[in-house]
């Protein structure tokens, strides 16, 4: 396998990060729903409170591949746990064990801060995530169905 390093994202791979969720949006046929520029990035990455946390791959000095993740909670299990948001690695890339080893590295991590799990979701047509994501162990959840309030609707709840 190739050498793979994996790295903590810092406020100077702003530009990088937001990169890789253009071509990620691209990738899922969703560019037309991006409206993350760089400023709020940082802000929410790298501000007094940060939301989120990212894992920059570099293979050969380069970055290929990111996974922006953050702690979510369990009720059940009174324990946090680990929810990535995004995974994506540069197409020239794919087959060096980017992927695998962003994922090892959240997996790790989830261990070290005694997280009970680490979840994601995937496009249901998303075919080769999902046979890399059964390769590694993962689950389908077939049962939950994810639900979401935004924009003028969330506003309209808020205002209840």
């Not at 249901?124 to 993962?138: C, K, M, Q, T």
Request: include cysteine; charged fraction near 25%; aromatic fraction near 10%.
């Amino acid at each position: 396998m190739t050498d793979i390093i994996i790295r903590d994202a810092q406020a100077d791979d702003i530009g990088t990060i937001h990169d890789f969720i253009l071509a990620l949006a691209d990738y899922e046929r969703l560019a037309h729903a991006v409206k993350a520029d760089r400023a709020t990035l940082a802000r929410y990455l790298f501000g007094p409170r940060p939301m989120a946390e990212v894992l920059i791959a570099e293979h050969e000095g380069r970055a290929v591949g990111f996974a922006l993740f953050f702690h979510n909670f369990s009720t059940f299990e009174a324990r946090p746990g680990v929810y990535l948001e995004d995974l994506f690695v540069l197409p020239d890339a794919r087959g060096l064990g980017a992927g695998k080893a962003l994922l090892a590295r959240l997996a790790a991590l989830a261990i070290e801060r005694d997280c009970a799990r680490l979840e994601w979701s995937v496009l249901d047509w998303n075919e080769p995530a999902i046979a890399f994501y059964r390769s590694l162990g993962a689950t389908a959840m077939d049962e939950w169905t994810v639900q979401r309030v935004d924009g003028d609707t969330l506003a309209a709840l808020a205002a209840l």
